[in-house]
């Protein structure tokens, strides 16, 4: 090529936006030659000139409105989680319908081919005024209406829609300082930091300390401080939509600041509304929401949402938990609970005179210090988690058990129902191989199975997967008035026949209720399951399917109630 085309070339290069025809006439008369036309299109009516303070605002914008917008997406699943369970399927969808939303706010972004600094001004109002009641809508949906999917749906698609037309226009605003690539980097970057940051302060700092609802009208007022400093910024180019849009937002902050001050208020009373029973304590740690209530004599302790006991008939259950166990182990010094930090299993583990130590391993920290701190659960538990005998862990089980330590003579699972992927591998025969690297020579374990009537798939499943792992394992049932039949699974490597030793009398258990706790009804035979490995985790799909039944109000056997 001759030298006029390169010159042209990296003019091309310099003025990106620039459209060029180049025209070629080529002459044959001994050399080829070259004659270059060059046409200048107009330049783009939307394109900016950006200052360098300019740049570092709109750099530091995307961080914050890309957390911004993973906490709305963080507060979504959550608060669907703690009111309907099923945290893999509530967040898989809350996910999926966010990104879809944000393509078709991506596609829509096209239209708008003029004003983009007071179109994106206007979007983030927007989104900082229906992310911030986001959490508040959806909790009057759930508590008042039969609608929440529906409601949560619209509310996930317009902040999705609202997210993703801002981009495409920050984009735009910055090829006019940047070029097209490195604006598309730059927005992406700053993105992809922002979302980093949300993810981590979402579930360490935001969600524990602040809860649902107050969160969420931070997060807007967020949002809405990015506009205003923007529209501000960039007030020239406002022009003539200045007045709309500081109605716009003084609407929003208004908005916002209501459902900041009403958060507290609301929160109380969608509580009350949610339990039968008066809240006597409500607290939302990192990883659920604790919630005790109290009527008359009845203490009751919720863990999202989820009954975990009632003080009228806990002792059934806890009984057998413990006293089952213990029937059948040769010796009783060293005990092991996974689970239980309401301090209920290890109050009756303490009743053995020949115990010397208690391990309690629980997740969440916030579960046994209100267990330690709040005045009706100590009289209930006995203040057994003060026992100097009692060392208290709060670690992941799965973990825990992975290390090398001491060995126990029992050993009891008091776990939440395997309702989602964390917990059902803590019945999987990988979390019952390491649990038995824990049981000593005689050692026995016990593990809560859900419900064997509404549950009955999930129920033999646990024991099929015990089976994998122990020589020895035998069901067991027990009516509670306030969950229906309950069931477990006692396992060892020693026969479970005969006990070697009398039970110890409680309320409900004694040696005149163990037999008829160790004979299942013969309306409950054994299923044909699959073994719960940690691959696969079939127990989900089997806890989910039982509870189905009983919530389109189906018995086990598929009669209508």
């Not at 939307?46 to 911004?68: K, N, P, Y």
């Not at 993973?70 to 703690?82: N, Q």
């Not at 200045?242 to 958060?263: D, E, H, K, P």
């Not at 593990?447 to 997967?465: C, H, K, L, Y």
Request: proline content about 5%.
């Amino acid at each position: 090529m001759g030298k006029p085309v390169k010159e042209h070339d990296s003019a091309l290069r310099r003025n990106p936006r620039s459209t060029f025809t180049v025209a070629h006439t080529v002459k044959k008369t001994g050399e080829h030659s070259v004659d270059t036309e060059i046409k200048a299109a107009p330049a783009d009516p939307v394109a900016l000139e950006i200052t360098q303070q300019q740049f570092v605002l709109l750099a530091g914008s995307i961080f914050i409105i890309a957390a911004c917008s993973l906490v709305y997406e963080l507060l979504i699943s959550s608060l669907s989680t703690y009111l309907l369970g099923s945290s893999v399927v509530h967040y898989s969808i809350t996910i999926g319908l966010f990104l879809f939303f944000m393509g078709v706010g991506a596609w829509l972004a096209q239209s708008i081919d003029r004003a983009l600094v007071p179109a994106f001004v206007g979007i983030e109002i927007a989104i900082g005024a229906m992310g911030g009641v986001c959490a508040l809508l959806l909790y009057a949906a759930y508590v008042w209406t039969e609608f929440y999917y529906p409601a949560m749906l619209i509310v996930t698609g317009i902040i999705g829609i609202l997210v993703g037309i801002e981009l495409p226009l920050l984009t735009r605003i910055l090829e006019s300082r940047s070029g097209l690539r490195r604006g598309i980097s730059q927005v992406l970057t700053f993105d992809y930091l922002g979302a980093l940051a949300a993810s981590l302060l979402f579930p360490f700092i935001l969600l524990p300390y602040l809860g649902h609802l107050i969160t969420a009208s931070v997060v807007g007022l967020v949002n809405l401080l990015v506009a205003i400093t923007v529209a501000w910024t960039f007030r020239r180019q406002l022009h003539p939509y200045g007045a709309g849009i500081v109605m716009a937002a003084s609407g929003s902050l208004l908005l916002l600041l209501f459902a900041a001050v009403w958060a507290n208020p609301a929160a109380e009373m969608f509580e009350k509304a949610l339990y039968e029973d008066p809240v006597i304590h409500v607290e939302q740690s990192r990883f659920q929401k604790l919630v005790l209530t109290r009527r008359g004599d009845d203490l009751r302790f919720y863990l999202d949402g989820n009954l975990q006991f009632s003080s009228l008939d806990e002792y059934r259950y806890h009984e057998v938990l413990v006293h089952l166990p213990a029937a059948f182990t040769q010796q009783l010094k060293r005990v092991l609970v996974i689970g239980g930090g309401d301090g209920l299993a290890v109050r009756e583990v303490l009743k053995y005179p020949s115990v010397t130590s208690v391990t309690l391993v629980d997740l969440d920290p916030a579960v046994t210090r209100l267990a330690k701190s709040q005045i009706q659960l100590r009289q209930l538990n006995g203040d057994a988690l003060e026992n100097p005998a009692v060392t208290i862990v709060n670690q992941d089980a799965w973990q825990w058990l992975a290390q090398q330590g001491d060995l126990f003579e029992l050993v009891i699972v008091d776990l939440p129902d395997p309702e989602s992927e964390d917990i059902a591998k803590l019945y999987s025969v990988a979390f019952y191989e390491r649990l038995a690297r824990r049981l000593s020579v005689g050692g026995v374990m016990i593990t809560q199975a859900t419900s064997p009537w509404f549950s009955r798939r999930a129920f033999w499943s646990i024991g099929e997967t015990l089976s994998v792992v122990f020589d020895y394992v035998r069901p067991a049932t027990v009516y509670i008035p306030s969950f229906g039949l309950w069931g477990f699974f006692i396992a060892a490597d020693h026969p479970l026949s005969k006990p070697l030793k009398p039970p110890t009398d409680g309320h409900y258990f004694g040696p005149e209720t163990l037999q008829s706790v160790l004979s299942l009804p013969q309306d409950l035979p054994r299923q044909t399951v699959n073994v719960n490995r940690s691959q696969s985790l079939p127990i989900i799909e089997y806890y989910r399917e039982g509870w189905q039944s009983l919530n389109n109000g189906v018995s086990p056997g598929g009669v209508a109630q």
